[in-house]
């Protein structure tokens, strides 16, 4: 099992920035990407952003510019540095993990317990 603990939510005002941190810790194998869903009230969960341990990122088309994702596959960390927030980033934000064990050919998915973020004046 693998734990992701989240940090960083809050309520900012419009333009105003963020930061989200997310740690994963337990019985780790490899894991191979690391990101950010979110999910607004009567809206389905989406994408924000991932990075592979490669340090490929992917982005939702509105988040681009504003946005940046990295990681420490070595701490098993990942961050989101959200600028220039407006109101419809509002959302309870979730990382995510996907951790691959190459003895079994298996793949798990793990969530962490979601964090708040209000863009409100």
């Known amino acids: 099992q693998v734990q992701l603990v989240e940090s960083g939510g809050g309520l900012v005002q419009p333009g105003g920035s963020l930061r989200l941190s997310c740690a994963a810790s337990g019985s780790i194998f490899k894991i191979v990407t690391m990101g950010w869903y979110r999910q607004a009230p009567g809206k389905q969960r989406e994408l924000v952003a991932t990075i592979t341990s490669g340090g490929a990122t992917n982005y939702k088309n509105s988040v681009k510019g504003r946005f940046t994702i990295s990681g420490d596959n070595a701490k098993n960390t990942v961050s989101l540095q959200m600028n220039s927030l407006k109101p419809e980033d509002t959302a309870v934000y979730y990382c995510?993990?996907?951790?691959?064990?190459?003895?079994?050919?298996?793949?798990?998915?793990?969530w962490g317990q979601g964090t708040q973020v209000t863009v409100s004046s």
């Open positions: 995510n993990a996907n951790d691959v064990s190459d003895y079994e050919g298996i793949g798990y998915t793990y």
